[in-house]
């Protein structure tokens, strides 16, 4: 063994204890990625999991929308409660709530354009009329109301010509930081946000109005499960001859009141009622409103282990088996 002269000691012993300071640091770095992988390997494997199970709560989801519709006698009404409720659903290890409610009963966004061909998409006039209408009775203000429906169209239409009060590129290209309008169908309600017009105080009042279904045509209301407090809905497909806002308002209340309880069997007989007897619909807004849903909103809640997965999507109905039109790993916006 070498002796070190005793002048040297000191620095010896100083470069071990450097030695094994830097031995120390990198053996607790790599005990700490070793613990950072663990971890991410269980989380990836906890949202696997909870995405299997959250599949599986759509098959099941499904099968009780199609029970529902086999069911329904041609209508689709509120009987058995079905319509908003949290249901459980069994799991081997954790918990999974699933909420369905009708997907149809909203505003759909995309019913402000109409198809002229694969790739053409033009302003709809009544569209932008009912949107409105709707933000009327919701109390925001007229001038703002159809600044933000005109720009909306403007934003999905496919041509570079703005409504009357909407918006095209042009004024997008001024802002703070420049953008375009989509010139397609809005694949999130959530998009609203970014049209000319429209504030975050707004917005929040129209976000549980609206929705953005995959395709191009007017509202498809179901008189047979509009609740009252949705009686905006069916109010901002009223005559304006009825007189303002809120006396639309509440001659739709007073007529969704009078619903039976089997649901009515069609439009027209919905329409006849006392409230709307002497307010004839516009035809385009009678062809609307249906009496059986074709779009279902189905919300997830998965938890296994220490894993929280939410789910939401659009289940088409229109043919059986029904099917998801889209999903997202979120909660509801």
């Not at 005793?6 to 607790?28: D, F, H, K, N, T």
């Amino acid at each position: 063994m070498r002796h070190f002269p005793r002048r040297e000691q000191g620095a010896a012993l100083l470069s071990v204890l450097i030695l094994v300071g830097v031995m120390g640091a990198i053996a607790a770095t790599m005990l700490d990625r070793m613990r950072l992988a663990t971890l991410l390997a269980a989380n990836a494997f906890g949202q696997e999991q909870a995405r299997a199970y959250a599949l599986v709560g759509e098959t099941l989801a499904i099968a009780r929308i199609d029970d529902l519709l086999a069911g329904a006698s041609g209508k689709t009404t509120l009987r058995g409660g079905w319509n908003g409720r949290t249901t459980p659903l069994p799991l081997p290890a954790g918990l999974a709530l699933a909420r369905v409610s009708d997907g149809g009963n909203c505003f759909n966004l995309n019913s402000l354009v109409v198809r002229g061909g694969p790739e053409q998409l033009a302003s709809r006039p009544i569209g932008i009329g009912q949107f409105a209408a709707l933000m009327d009775v919701l109390e925001v203000a007229p001038a703002a109301a159809r600044r933000i429906a005109a720009s909306a169209a403007d934003f999905i239409d496919s041509d570079d010509g703005a409504n009357r009060e909407g918006a095209e590129d042009s004024v997008y290209a001024r802002a703070r930081v420049p953008y375009r309008t989509s010139g397609t169908l809005m694949a999130e309600a959530s998009e609203l946000r970014a049209v000319d017009g429209m504030t975050p105080t707004i917005h929040q009042r129209l976000k549980p109005w609206l929705c953005a279904l995959p395709l191009a045509e007017l509202s498809p209301l179901n008189v047979n499960t509009l609740a009252p407090a949705q009686a905006p809905l069916l109010a901002m497909l009223l005559p304006e001859s009825i007189g303002g806002p809120q006396q639309r308002l509440r001659l739709a209340q007073q007529a969704l009141a009078e619903r039976p309880a089997a649901g009515w069997d069609g439009a027209v007989e919905f329409a006849n009622t006392p409230a709307l007897r002497d307010s004839p619909l516009a035809e385009d807004a009678l062809q609307q409103l249906q009496v059986r849903t074709r779009w279902f909103a189905l919300a997830l809640r998965v938890e296994t282990g220490e894993t929280i997965l939410r789910e939401t999507a659009l289940v088409d109905a229109r043919q059986s088996p029904a099917r998801i039109a889209a999903r997202r790993w979120t909660g509801e916006d």
